[in-house]
């Protein structure tokens, strides 16, 4: 039980600590795809250093939500990382604590709280960001509903381990139509509550046309440094569930050696890295969508959730 237990707190150490190093080397590729030197991909860790060493200015207008939105955004993809497969095959000491569903629900508690942050400190651009982060959100919603019916069909459960054990793991379930269009689906949904383009710019300065990023605009200091920490462990934590439950389980450990778990680390890294460079590719390959035009991208996400789900009903 204790190791267990100890692989559950690795793998939140993963998350925390290797998070920054995904978004630093996905703006390095980006530059350099636009035949630009680029960042250093340890400049995220660079930000958040100096961040934390600043002093915050806080309004005194602002209420207990704008203090706390950052810690709750912290804090919820370090919950999520309990949950889900990060470097191990096989169910950890809190794995059946929450399944997909829960998961999504903790990490929409964080942008929950963020955006009533922007709210409540009062910057024009803040609500403006906090209403069009929850248009995307009620587009996004039906999509998450419709994939994990559809994983509950084929797998009987919504739980991550059990998942990739019953859909992932046999290499014939991989190239199943329904299969295919939930990964389609589910990636554009990464593109979306991530704030990417074609969506939203990341990198974007011009806050009329910010979406994700302008909810945290009136931060500085720590609160600055959270949130754009816990924005970098969100889409960790959302790599790691498009990867190690619906593509392959591949680079996760399946015994419970601290060798073997330790050398899951770089693997896992490996694989991710394959998909940034697919990301970054599609990024670097369109352009920011019209406000209006972002239904448009939704709803698409929603017609190829629907139509794998209906797939997997005519094979029943």
């Not at 587009?139 to 998942?163: H, K, N």
């Not at 019209?290 to 005519?314: D, M």
Request: hydrophobic share 55%; charged share 15%.
């Amino acid at each position: 039980m204790w190791d267990r237990i100890l692989y559950n707190l690795l793998q939140v150490a993963v998350v925390i600590g290797f998070a920054p190093l995904v978004e630093g080397i996905i703006s390095r590729l980006k530059e350099n795809l636009q035949s630009k030197r680029g960042p250093s991909v340890i400049q995220p860790y660079r930000d958040i250093w100096k961040l934390l060493h600043k002093d915050e200015i806080v309004s005194e207008q602002s209420s207990w939500i704008f203090r706390a939105a950052p810690y709750v955004s912290f804090s919820a993809p370090v919950f999520v990382a309990l949950l889900i497969p990060v470097l191990t095959r096989y169910p950890l000491f809190f794995a059946f604590m929450g399944d997909m569903l829960g998961g999504g629900f903790i990490l929409a508690l964080g942008g929950f709280f963020a955006t009533l942050a922007a709210v409540d400190a009062a910057n024009p651009y803040g609500p403006m960001g906090a209403s069009r982060t929850r248009m995307v959100g009620f587009l996004a919603e039906p999509v998450f509903i419709v994939v994990f019916l559809t994983v509950s069909f084929v797998a009987g459960s919504t739980i991550p381990y059990i998942v990739q054990t019953r859909w992932v793991t046999p290499i014939a379930n991989f190239f199943e139509p329904a299969h295919v269009l939930l990964m389609i689906a589910f990636l554009m949904l990464i593109l979306a509550e991530d704030g990417r383009i074609p969506v939203d710019s990341p990198s974007g300065q011009f806050e009329l046309a910010m979406i994700d990023r302008s909810k945290s605009l009136e931060y500085s200091g720590r609160g600055a440094a959270l949130m754009k920490w816990a924005g970098a462990m969100k889409f960790f934590v959302l790599i790691c569930i498009y990867l190690n439950v619906l593509v392959t389980p591949w680079g996760l450990a399946k015994g419970t050696q601290p060798l073997e778990v330790l050398l899951a680390i770089p693997l896992v890294l490996l694989k991710m890295f394959g998909f940034i460079l697919v990301l970054v590719v599609i990024e670097s390959s369109l352009a920011k969508l019209r406000l209006f035009r972002i239904t448009e991208f939704l709803g698409a996400a929603f017609v190829t959730s629907l139509v794998a789900l209906l797939t997997r009903l005519s094979e029943i």
